[in-house]
């Protein structure tokens, strides 16, 4: 079964800092498709940043471009997001996501990931 759970969300002011992690559980993330997704009320969910741990294959929103650092630690299966320079705009609550098929690179395609966390909420105040 696999299981993805998300922390590190918070609060914190424009210009501030946060790092969101993501464990993942019965699915490896080496080789696959792992991506970060965010959703504000009353908006479309919104792909932040995407990456294939042990290949060269990342992608970010253009939105966060600049800001935001997707990385991993494959030897524990957990993802990360660093987040610099937030704005009031990043507000959101943020979700891990895993693509269902294994092997293949899908971006930002919100389609090919199955797999989700529960969400962890990010506000950045002005």
């Known amino acids: 079964q696999v299981q993805l759970v998300e922390s590190g969300g918070g609060s914190v002011q424009a210009g501030g800092s946060l790092r969101l992690s993501c464990k993942a559980s019965?699915?490896?993330?080496?080789?696959?498709?792992v991506a970060w997704f965010r959703q504000a009320p009353g908006k479309e969910r919104e792909g932040v940043a995407a990456?294939?741990?042990?290949?060269?294959?990342?992608r970010y929103g253009d939105s966060v471009k600049g800001r935001f650092t997707i990385s991993e630690d494959n030897a524990e299966d957990t993802l990360y997001l660093q987040m610099n320079s937030l704005k009031p705009e990043d507000t959101a609550t943020y979700f891990c996501?895993?693509?269902?098929?294994?092997?293949?690179?899908?971006?930002?395609?919100?389609?090919?990931?199955?797999?989700w966390g529960q969400g962890t909420q990010v506000t950045v105040s002005s």
């Open positions: 996501a895993a693509a269902g098929s294994r092997g293949l690179w899908y971006e930002l395609n919100l389609g090919a990931y199955s797999y």
């Open positions: 019965g699915y490896g993330i080496t080789g696959n498709s």
């Open positions: 990456m294939a741990p042990g290949t060269n294959f990342i």
